[in-house]
């Protein structure tokens, strides 16, 4: 180290000018490589085939989670996924913190999938493929894709929505047309669907806060020993659900989006239970309430 460097002594006069010939191609082989960079970031936009077509859409938050219900009322089979035919259009909600409803699409066949958010911005990302969104309350994203193999795959969410952002995640499933075409007739020969129709009989009703906020409109029930129902109408643009426990009992309803009617039924002996909302971070946020069985 020659003394003009010493950390204590003062450089040479001139020292900030210095600027040798390696420092020099070095700055021009930098600049070089981040106009090509710059140039593929942009011819990437034309090139290939790795960017999915999407559309984007101002959607109204309520009207487009009525549309979800009613998209997966008619198309949900027995095993509670919603069978997507060729040719339509599917529709999901993101929401803190899940995904609704669980799809199911046909091998090598287009679709364009539609997803808005219920609250705040969550990424839509399939693990393992190219293929990121992200999903904006008040807008509709529609991304083409075509599904080549069948499998499932599991959805997560790729953008920090809140504490409970890494429960975020659901499943797509992809089947040979043979399957689909086969449970689509069950699906047709089902008529119309028996979940989100309505209150059941002799049940309990109540509803879920119509402002979005995380409450039912009770927050105390009462039932006699026995089988009790509580069914749930759902008139906000959340997604949720009606579940009973305590002393051992477990029970949870359908979730069910904007418009729908959640029921769940157990078999209760005198004691006092809780009734709840099981997507998760809605009990925590306030969707409980006490049941007591007399
Ligand atoms: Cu939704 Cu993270």
Redesign the pocket.
């Known amino acids: 180290m020659s003394a003009s460097e010493s950390p204590i002594a003062s450089p040479a006069p001139g020292w900030a000018k210095r600027f040798p010939r390696d420092e020099k191609l070095f700055v021009v082989l930098v600049l070089v490589s981040v106009a090509v960079m710059t140039a593929f970031s942009v011819g990437w936009l034309f090139w290939g085939s790795q960017n999915v077509p999407t559309r984007a859409e101002i959607v109204d938050q309520k009207a487009y989670a009525a549309q979800v219900n009613e998209f997966a009322k008619r198309y949900r089979a027995d095993d509670g996924k919603v069978w997507v035919p060729p040719g339509t259009d599917a529709y999901m909600l993101?929401f803190?913190?899940g995904w609704t409803p669980e799809l199911v699409l046909q091998e090598d066949t287009k679709y364009t999938i539609w997803i808005s958010s219920a609250d705040v911005l969550?990424?839509f990302s399939i693990v393992g493929q190219n293929l990121n969104l992200q999903i904006a309350p008040k807008h509709g994203f529609g991304a083409t894709i075509t599904p080549t193999e069948s499998g499932r795959y599991r959805i997560i969410?790729?953008?920090?929505?809140?504490l409970d952002?890494q429960k975020?995640t659901s499943f797509l499933t992809v089947v040979p047309a043979s399957e689909m075409a086969a449970t689509q007739e069950t699906i047709a020969a089902g008529g119309s669907d028996t979940s989100g129709g309505g209150a059941a009989a002799g049940a309990i009703e109540i509803s879920a806060d119509e402002s979005n906020a995380l409450r039912f409109n009770v927050t105390e029930l009462s039932a006699e020993a026995g089988t009790v129902t509580i069914s749930m109408a759902n008139p906000s643009a959340l997604p949720h659900n009606v579940a009973i426990k305590g002393n051992g009992v477990d029970e949870k309803g359908e979730i069910v989006g904007s418009g729908g009617t959640s029921t769940v039924s157990a078999d209760l002996a005198a004691g006092t239970y809780t009734f709840y909302c099981s997507v998760p971070g809605h009990e925590q946020g306030g969707m409980t309430g006490t049941l007591t069985v007399t």
């Open positions: 993101a803190r913190f969550h990424g969410c790729n953008e920090y929505c809140g952002h975020m």
